[in-house]
Every structure is written in C-alpha cells, then in structure tokens.
C-alpha cells in the first residue's frame, strides 16, 4: 500500500492525476459528494440554528467503505477537490465520512498539469471552514424553501410542483419577457435605400438616416426626388480600432458556445469539464478574466511564433464582478502551444473556441479605416449616407471575432467603392420599404444566462443546472417555433416613375428559445403575489452576496438562514388561506355559440386544455375536452382560439395517399407523428398535425428514407443494416429491430462487420435470455438477468437463494419461493 491517498472527485481527474504523482501515492474517487441531506423534512433542525443532519449517499456506501480502508492503511490523507465552495465541501464531508483529523491536509490547483499538482502538493493547508458554511448556507436555504414551499403549490396550483430559490427568478425573467412581447405593439415605418450604378459595373448603396412614419411620407419624399441630381457632398475618413473581447469566463464560455457551437449550458460544462480532468484546460468555474504572468509569457510565445511580433499585445483584465470568488483565472489552454485537443469531436471545437479566445486576448488591436459618404439631393435639404470600413491590420481578428446574442438589422459595414467629392451619382432606383418594429427577443440559454449575471443572480456552478431543471420540471421548454407571414408595401423611383407593390415576408421565426409554459406561468404568478422575495431580483442578488460574505468569515452562516427563514414562514403560513379560485390555473373564457355551453380554459395534470361544458351539471352530456396547443397559453388564449381548438379535426386523421398507402396523422408518447404503410415519421417541431398538408407529410417521409439511406451500412441477411440515433442513444438498425451500441463503438467510426456482431450478439443474449421455462405455467420463467439470474412470476421479479442452482428449479420451487417472497411495495408518485 502506499504512504499517500489523494482523493479527488471524479475518476478521470483521478487517472490524469496519478500519472503525475510518484509510486508513493495512490488516487482514488469520491465519484461526487459522498453525504447529503435526507429527503425527509427532518434534515433541518430549524429550532437549533438549523442544524442540518446528512447521511451517506446510499449510492456511496461502498465507495466510502473502500475510501476508510485504504485511509487507515496510509500514512497522509489528501483532499483534492476543486478550487471553490463546492470542491471545499466535497473535501468536509470527506473528511467528516472517513472520520479524518482537522488538520487533514488539503490541496487546490486551477489545472491539472504536472507541474500544478506538484506545486499544490508542496503547499498544502486545511479545509476552509468559511467557504463550506458558504456552501452549507445555500444548501440548507434552498432546501427549507423547496420544503416548505412546494406543498403550497400542490394545494394551490397543481399537485407534483416544485419551487426553488434560483430556479424561480430565471422562470420568472422568462415570464416577464414573454408578456412584453405579449404586450407589444409593433409599429411599421418605411426605410430609404438609394441604389447607385458607378463605373466598372461597381455599386453604391445609401439611406436616408430617418424612416418615415407613413407611406404618405414616403411617397412624398420619392416625388420630391423625381429629377434629382445627386452629388457626392462630402467623404469623412476616419481611423478606428476594435479590441479584443476578455479570455472566458464561466458564464461568457457558456454564452459563445451557445453562439457558435450550438451547444447548450448543461453541453458546454460537461465538455469543458472532460477537458479540464484530462489536463487540457484550467478550472472551468470562474468568474475571473485575468491570467497569470506565467500564463501571458506563454501566450505571447504562441502568437510570435504563429504570427509574429507586431501581433502581440499582452493585456490584463480586470474582473468586473467584485464578488468575483471561484477560480483567480479565466479558463484557458494549459499549454497554448497545443492549438486541438479533446477525445471527441465536440470536446475539440470547445477547446478551439478557448485557445483562441485565450490568444486573441492577447493579440494587438485591429486597425480599421471607417468612411462615410453623404450624397445630396438637389431637390431636397434631405441627405444619404452611404458607410464603409476597411481594415487595415486584422491584429486578433487572424484569430477570433465575438459573437452577438441577436443578429444586427442590417450587415457590417463593407468597403465602399472608389468616390470623389462633387462626383455625380446614376441613381439606378430609389425604394422606400415598409419596416416593422421588433418585440424584445426571446432568450436563449445564452443570453437568460447574460442576464442572470448582470442581475447577480447565482454564481457560475449554478448556471447550468438552473436552465436544466426549469426546463425539467416543464416551466419552460425549449424549442423552435414557425414564423407567421406578413405583407409589407414597397415604393419604387425608378426612371423617374413611382410604382407600388406589396410583399410577402416570414417574421417571428424561433431557433432554439424559450417560451413559459403556463404552468411555468400560473407558478410565477403565484409566487409573485405570495411570496415576492423568493421571486425578487435585487433580494436574490443581495443573498449571493450575504452568502460571499459567509465565506470571508464575516457573517455567521446561521444567522443569514434565520433573517430570511422567519419571514418566509409567515408568509408560508398565511398562504394557506388563499383562495386557490383565484390562482389563475383556470379561467371562463365565454359560451359557446352554437351549443350554448360554457367553454373555459384549465391547468390540468396532463397539460392545459379548453373544456366545453360544464362536469356539475349531471343532466348533460359529459364536457368535450382539448388540449392547447405549444404555443397557447392557459393566460391569454381568447375565446375564439378556443372554439378553433374545439373545431379542429380530430387526431388520429387521415390526411392522403402515398404509393397507395393510407397518410395517417396521430400523437403518441414521443410527439405528432406521420403512420404510412405501418411505418412512423416524426413531425418537425414546426409542423401542426392539425394543419400538415399531405405533399409535407410527403416530404417528411422522403426526408426520413433519403436519411437513413445515408446512415446505411450494408445488407446482412438480405435486410439493410444501419445507425441512427435516438432517445436512448445510438443504435443499429437490422429487419425492423433497434439495438444500442455499446459505449466503446462510435457512429463515426461503426463498420459493417462490427454491427453484425453487435447484433448476433444480442440475438445470443435473448436466446440465453431464459434458463427455464414451463409451458404449463407460461407467466413462470427463470430469468438470466444482468446481475445473475432470478425468477420471473407475471410483473413480480423475484430472488434465487445463493445455495440453489437456478437451472435445477422446477415450477413447484419457483410458486413456493414466490409466495415467500416479502411483497413489494406499491409506489407512490415521485415528487
């Protein structure tokens, strides 16, 4: 045994770090925390400064069993948990699990190179006590308002509910953007663009800096330019810069990833996590945008031996956020002369995006030449501007350019052609085209992230499971939403004539947002009425800080909980007697028409539907119910979407004929689909399957079939094999059956020969399935399973004794074994 234990957190920081380390020591995993509070309500004791009482994980039992022996076998204990209040508590429950000393040595480094974790091994300290109460006040705080407020939504709103701190703000910000889009009034306005013909077939365009407010407007200004001259009156050039954007932050990685690699929060930590176990990257959980000296020298070697010296401009950021508390550097390469790096092929665009954003932070400005040209009109005291940019030395732009959470209106800036003052302009043709103004947008995860932080709500560790959970508890959802089409007016001058036209355009298309449910909706609400500093900014933000506090020593843990927990009981009890009629879970929204029943919208446990009818009233016929659709809202469907609902075909519907078979439109557990010639194709997120026409569903199929021919591999058995993807992972495809691809194989890299195998051997696996078998008693079988064999009765699953061989049971001895056998509890819904 050797002298030394290093424990660390997850298995992969474990391997990487022992290849540094000598024979003298050994690295183990916690694999995570190790203790937790219970799920009983009892973990808090609230009358003794909210003690908390944890238990070991039962998940962790052995794992801590395996960690006390090789503990009590070594001569030195290491803790070597991340850098931050997570890490810090990690390592206390350790040592408070395994029965350690106080002075258990422990040990941080924000990267794990050799020569990082040789430094932190010849400077060790203790356990920080004030970051672990930092850690412990969130935790309990979280959990006393998950507690105690989630049985008041049940009550109130809808059983099954849960409320968190952190998770309710962000729900909120969400909500709060929806209804101003609800509530925005887009006004039109028409834009003037001049168009140009120059010599050598080249282009100039200009506008007016003003859009008119009506095409009154408009078309007055174009009849004032009827027979103008136009003339370059002036050229202004002047000379500009653009700087580098800081190295990455926590929450501005998760953002550029969203940008430009698609990926979402919960992606983008858990590739930069894999990068920084493997030694690839610093530690990903900062608010920090400086580097260290040694980290600059090596930055500034990179970029002269790449580009040379005048590309080389060292800079020091500076953190904006004072309370800044994670890792003291932003995240980077470890070894800047290493420009790829990951074990997969998202892990390696992360890794891309880091090492140049790290380089160009340190890259020189990019020199630009921005020109503006003003034509004037003969006619008119009106003037255009046409404007240019000409970069000059592209400095960091060799390397990287920041991405924007929105799209601009209008492009960047292009060079202009070659102009001269006085010189008179062709006018080719003059337009005047109607413009929409443009509700907030929608967020992203990326900008909903911008957004918690500039708020200074949560810390960069909470970013990602927030987004996560509010989109698993179904407040929010994620998706793609279709545009609607809109007509707008266009005025054209040309050879002195104004002609009109309108158009059609596609506005409001959604990639990748997210949109309130209305249970996301009805919930906020709620809490907004109720309990208002749950859901308040400036309080959130305030208890970050009271919890940064906590761990610099200056405020006792216990007494943070009890200033807010006091209050917040209150108004759990005296929530009690709300009405819960007046929740906004239900609303009437008006009678029927033709039947004269009354129609009114509900929250129920399947999602929002329109009801029609009335269940108290016996004598007639029971209420018609249908459910809303995505993108309707129990908050603002009006009566008439609600008679359309009610008027829509019913599903499943047949919708057509392909190659003689029957198109048949029907919703199932994993969404809308197409059934044709018993095969089924999923409806894009932006299909209605009220609404789909046949020639879509059409080119659906045709989409589906032209795709997994591509996936295809070959034939086997006169059948095509091939690969997909699904909810459960990738898989191979063979004569109408799925079977998963082991971790080991890769889509990428999956050959013929090796799905053969994979399928034979799960052919082999359900023939060896069953050891026995009693065609007297067919719901009797002895089963070989996954962790050894035991008896199958019916949906009963039950043990085989150690001492008995399973193949010799009869029948008899399963029956007997099966009525000895304790019975299995029933489950209870999990809340």
Not at 291 to 303: N, V
Not at 385 to 414: C, H, P, R, S, T
Not at 535 to 549: G, Q, R
């Amino acid at each position: 045994m050797s002298k030394n234990l290093v424990i660390v957190e997850s298995p992969a920081k474990a391997k990487t770090i022992e290849g540094y380390l000598g024979k003298d020591f050994t690295v183990k995993s916690s694999f995570g925390h190790v203790r937790d509070l219970p799920k009983e309500d009892t973990a808090i004791d609230v009358e003794n400064g909210y003690k908390p009482t944890y238990i070991i994980s039962p998940d962790k039992v052995k794992v801590v069993n395996e960690l006390k022996s090789l503990a009590k076998s070594s001569e030195e204990v290491w803790l070597a948990t991340d850098d931050d209040r997570e890490g810090e508590s990690i390592s206390w429950h350790l040592k408070e699990a395994l029965g350690l000393a106080d002075n258990t040595k422990r040990i941080v480094f924000r990267e794990i190179t050799k020569k990082a974790i040789q430094n932190a091994i010849q400077n060790p300290r203790t356990i920080d006590t004030d970051l672990v109460n930092a850690q412990q006040a969130r935790r309990v705080l979280d959990r006393l308002i998950g507690f105690e407020l989630s049985p008041v939504l049940w009550s109130k709103v809808r059983k099954g509910l849960s409320a968190g701190r952190v998770q309710s703000v962000a729900v909120r910000i969400i909500v709060e953007r929806e209804r101003e889009i609800e509530g925005f009034d887009s006004k039109s306005s028409f834009k003037i663009v001049a168009t140009f013909k120059l010599e050598g077939g080249k282009v100039l365009n200009a506008e007016l800096p003003k859009n008119f407010e009506t095409e009154a407007q408009a078309r007055e200004f174009l009849e004032k330019c009827k027979g103008a001259t136009f003339t370059i009156k002036n050229l202004e050039t002047k000379p500009a810069k653009k700087s580098p954007a800081p190295p990455f932050t926590t929450s501005t990685l998760q953002q550029e990833a969203s940008r430009k690699l698609g990926y979402s929060v919960a992606s983008t930590m858990l590739y930069a996590q894999k990068l920084y176990e493997a030694g690839k990257i610093s530690y990903m959980r900062t608010d920090s945008t400086s580097l260290s000296d040694e980290a600059l020298g090596k930055a500034q070697e990179s970029i002269n031996d790449a580009y040379g010296d005048k590309y080389v401009q060292i800079r020091q950021y500076k953190t904006k956020n004072e309370t800044a508390q994670e890792a003291h550097e932003a995240i980077r390469p470890t070894d800047f002369s290493v420009s790829s790096a990951g074990s997969d092929i998202k892990e390696k665009r992360l890794y891309e995006l880091i090492w140049k954003r790290s380089i160009a932070s340190q890259m020189a400005d990019a020199q630009l030449e921005r020109t503006t040209a003003t034509v004037s009109i003969s006619t008119t005291s009106e003037e255009l501007i046409a404007q240019g940019e000409v970069i000059k030395f592209d400095g960091f732009l060799k390397v990287y350019m920041e991405g924007k959470d929105e799209e601009e209106d209008e492009e960047n800036a292009k060079m202009l052609p070659p102009l001269n003052i006085g010189q008179i302009l062709n006018l080719d043709n003059l337009k005047g085209t109607e413009r929409f103004s443009r509700p907030p947008a929608r967020y992203t995860e990326a900008s909903l992230v911008k957004a918690l932080e500039e708020k200074g709500i949560g810390r960069p560790s909470t970013y990602a499971p927030t987004i996560s959970t509010i989109i698993k508890r179904e407040y929010v959802v994620k998706e793609d939403r279709a545009g609607k089409e809109r007509e707008f007016k266009e005025l054209v001058l040309k050879n002195d004539q104004i002609s009109e036209k309108t158009n059609k355009e596609n506005y409001g298309t959604e990639k990748a947002k997210l949109f309130p449910t209305s249970v996301g909706m009805v919930v906020n609400d709620f809490l907004v009425d109720n309990f208002t500093e749950v859901v308040d900014f400036k309080f959130t933000a305030e208890m970050e800080d009271e919890f940064d506090e906590i761990a610099k020593g200056k405020v006792e843990w216990s007494k943070m909980i009890d200033n807010f927990y006091k209050g917040f009981h209150q108004t759990i009890e005296e929530s009690k007697s709300v009405d819960r009629s007046s929740v906004g879970s239900s609303r009437d929204l008006g009678i029927d028409p033709k039947t004269g029943k009354p129609i009114s919208v509900k929250l129920g446990k399947f999602g929002p539907y329109v009801q029609l009818g009335d269940t108290k009233d016996k004598d007639e016929e029971k209420p018609v119910y249908v459910n809303l659709k995505k993108d309707q809202l129990v908050s603002t469907i009006t009566l008439e979407e609600a008679l359309a609902l009610l008027e829509q075909p019913k599903l499943p519907r047949e919708i057509g004929f392909y190659e003689d078979k029957p198109l048949v439109i029907g919703v199932g557990k994993l969404g809308p689909y197409i059934r044709h010639d018993d095969k089924f194709t999923s409806l894009a997120p932006t299909d209605d399957p009220f609404t789909i026409t046949e020639e879509r569903a059409i080119e659906l199929i045709t989409e589906k079939r032209q795709s997994e021919a591509n996936d295809s591999l070959g034939d086997f058995e006169g059948s095509p094999v091939s690969t997909g993807k699904g909810r459960f992972g990738p898989y191979v495809k063979h004569d109408g059956k799925f079977v998963s691809l082991p971790k080991t194989d890769s889509l990428t890299t999956i050959t013929l020969e090796r799905a053969i195998e994979i399928i034979l051997a799960k052919r082999n696996q359900e023939a060896n399935k069953y050891i026995k078998e009693f065609p007297e008693n067919e719901s009797v079988k002895v089963v070989n399973g996954m962790y050894g064999p035991y008896i199958q009765i019916g949906k009963r699953n039950i043990k085989i004794p150690k001492d008995t061989e399973a193949a010799s049971l009869t029948l008899e001895d399963c029956l007997k074994l099966g009525e000895e056998a304790p019975a299995t509890p029933a489950r209870g819904r999990k809340k």
